[in-house]
């Protein structure tokens, strides 16, 4: 990997993955206007944030909301290393109101280490700069928001069978369209299911 490294999908323009192997960036207070997860997978940092600092080390997690005013720095130039991930607002509060019960408002730092959240946030990593399908990337971001921030839960039965001809509707587009690159968003086109909620669905 070089030094910084971009990665995005034309397919999905909502969401941008920066991967930064050096110490030589070193950032003042700043806001992003996206959502951002960050994942620390070498060194130490100091990060400052809403008037506090804390120390990141290898593993953390840090979920940023937009506009938060925020700050950090190696400890040590030489060994760090970490990946994040920019999601725009508007695809963030869409999965927001489809979930309706957490809110992204506030910022977090989760030491991830040993968990599932951690394999799971690297096999997001390298979905999304592989060339796998938009449909699989994007499903792929979503099963880890949900597991970040609402727990995995299975649709209740009776969204099922709610639902029973929209998901035909779904396994049909799919049946007829596997060999090309389809999104969430045909998904929903083609069955008028909120494309989060086939997510859900199709857990």
């Not at 725009?88 to 309706?100: G, L, N, Q, R």
């Not at 990337?137 to 969204?159: F, H, M, S």
């Not at 007829?176 to 969430?184: P, Q």
Request: proline share 5%; aromatic share 10%; hydrophobic share 40%.
């Amino acid at each position: 990997m070089n030094k910084v490294a971009f990665y995005r999908d034309t397919a999905l323009p909502f969401f941008e993955l920066k991967r930064c192997a050096t110490g030589e960036l070193c950032y003042k207070e700043h806001a992003h206007e996206e959502y951002s997860v960050g994942i620390v997978e070498q060194g130490e940092s100091h990060f400052w944030y809403a008037g506090q600092t804390k120390t990141l080390y290898p593993e953390t997690m840090v979920l940023l909301p937009p506009g938060l005013m925020h700050a950090c720095n190696p400890l040590d130039p030489e060994c760090w290393q970490y990946t994040m991930l920019y999601i725009d607002k508007s695809w963030v509060k869409a999965f927001m109101t489809e979930a309706d019960d957490f809110s992204l408002d506030c910022p977090t730092i989760q030491d991830i280490s040993g968990t599932g959240m951690l394999a799971s946030l690297n096999r997001l990593v390298q979905r999304l700069i592989s060339p796998a399908s938009p449909l699989e990337k994007e499903a792929a971001l979503l099963a880890v928001l949900t597991q970040a921030l609402t727990g995995e839960r299975q649709p209740a039965q009776r969204e099922k069978q709610r639902d029973s001809a929209q998901i035909e509707a779904v396994r049909s587009y799919l049946c007829e369209h596997y060999a090309e690159r389809v999104t969430l968003q045909d998904l929903e086109d083609a069955s008028g299911l909120n494309k989060f909620h086939i997510i859900r669905l199709f857990k």
